[in-house]
């Protein structure tokens, strides 16, 4: 089987910053896209940020200049720094990663339960 856990949310105030981590877990051959989503309450889930194997990065336009993401490949952990937090930032952001496991030929997008972030003074 094949996890990613979040870890990282919490309450912040305005103009604060939070550091979101996901640890990728299991039979694991190699991991493609890594990225963030966030979902706030009544709304779609959108892209954050996204990164590739080889550190190439997209973010959306309310993440840049404010979020970095990044990651470190042996340890299988996709990272989001968030500074100058909004209160629309508020929301649940989920891990997202492009998996190939072992014995198998092709990758699979896999998900994390996610982590809440609550941006309020």
């Known amino acids: 089987q094949v996890q990613l856990v979040e870890s990282g949310g919490g309450l912040v105030q305005p103009g604060g910053s939070l550091r979101l981590s996901c640890v990728a877990s299991?039979?694991?051959?190699?991991?493609?896209?890594m990225g963030w989503y966030r979902q706030a309450p009544g709304k779609q889930r959108e892209l954050v940020a996204i990164?590739?194997?080889?550190?190439?990065?997209n973010y959306a336009d309310s993440a840049k200049d404010r979020f970095t993401i990044s990651r470190d490949n042996a340890e299988r952990t996709l990272y989001l720094q968030m500074n100058s937090l909004k209160p629309e930032d508020t929301a649940a952001y989920y891990c997202n990663a492009d998996i190939r496991r072992y014995a198998t030929d092709h990758t699979i997008p896999y998900w994390g339960e996610g982590t809440l972030v609550t941006v309020s003074s």
């Open positions: 299991g039979s694991i051959f190699s991991i493609g896209v």
């Open positions: 990164m590739t194997s080889g550190g190439g990065t």
